[in-house]
Nanobody
Framework: QVQLVESGGGLVQPGGSLTLSCVAS????????MGWYRQPPGKERDMVAI???????NYADSAKGRFTISRDYPKNTVYLQMNSLKPEDTGVYYC?????????WGQGTQVTVSS
């Protein structure tokens, strides 16, 4: 069973920065893809930034130029560096990995961007 634990969310003012972390129970080498998704209040969950199974990165248009996804294999951790945060970035951020065709989600971490 894959377990994912996110952290790093919180309340930040517009223009601020946050770094989210997702620690996986297994080696990152065992996952074909991994990344971050966001669910704003009352809306559906959408992709923010991912590493694809080909090793490329994909970003949502709203995240390009402001967010950076990275990973640390020895620490089994995926990060999401978020800069120049906007109120519309508010939501619950979820980590997701795919292992052997199955998707696994973390419990989510709340990010609130407000003055």
């Amino acid at each position: 069973q894959v377990q994912l634990v996110e952290s790093g969310g919180g309340l930040v003012q517009p223009g601020g920065s946050l770094t989210l972390s997702c620690v996986a129970s297994g080696s990152l080498f065992s996952y074909s893809s991994m990344g971050w998704y966001r669910q704003p209040p009352g809306k559906e969950r959408d992709m923010v930034a991912i590493f694809t199974s080909f090793g490329n990165t994909n970003y949502a248009d709203s995240a390009k130029g402001r967010f950076t996804i990275s990973r640390d294999y020895p620490k089994n951790t995926v990060y999401l560096q978020m800069n120049s945060l906007k109120p519309e970035d508010t939501g619950v951020y979820y980590c997701r990995v795919v292992s052997r065709g199955n998707a696994y989600w973390g419990q989510g971490t709340q990010v609130t961007v407000s003055s």
